[in-house]
């Protein structure tokens, strides 16, 4: 069975790391009420970060399941999946989605993420 951690390896820790995908972002993807923003990784790996601002989510309960669905969508991408560094910010009216919504959502957005990713190599 594949490794379902999402160890600190995997993440987007710094405001330095946030700044240089907002800045050097070569593939976007969107929905109603997510967008994800991505640049190829300085590592060998993808990593994941996430924006969901209180203004457009405003109980933590549905921030956090947001980031917690984001997650668990990210972990389950194949090994083939291109190194990038990925940006997932939620938009006004996540919050009102259902968790299975939420997760088609999420996958979309990696797998557009993915296709656009491709054609431009």
């Known amino acids: 069975m594949?490794?379902?951690?999402f160890p600190r390896t995997r993440r987007l820790l710094t405001k330095s790391d946030f700044n240089r995908v907002f800045e050097q972002a070569t593939v976007r993807a969107g929905t109603?009420?997510?967008f994800a923003l991505a640049s190829t990784a300085a590592d060998a790996e993808a990593r994941l970060g996430f924006i969901v601002a209180r203004?457009?989510?405003r109980r933590a309960v549905n921030r956090n399941l947001i980031k917690r669905i984001a997650?668990?969508?990210f972990r389950l991408l194949d090994p083939?999946?291109?190194a990038l560094d990925i940006i997932v910010?939620?938009?006004?009216?996540?919050d009102k989605l259902e968790r299975e919504k939420l997760h088609e959502a999420v996958r979309y957005l990696f797998r557009k993420l993915r296709?656009?990713?491709s054609e431009k190599t």
Do not use: I, N, W, Y
Request: glycine share 8%.
């Open 115 to 117: 296709q656009r990713r």
């Open 71 to 73: 997650r668990e969508e």
């Open 89 to 94: 910010m939620a938009r006004k009216g996540a």
């Open 2 to 5: 594949a490794d379902q951690s």
């Open 55 to 57: 203004k457009h989510v």
């Open 80 to 82: 083939t999946f291109p």
């Open 32 to 34: 109603g009420e997510l």
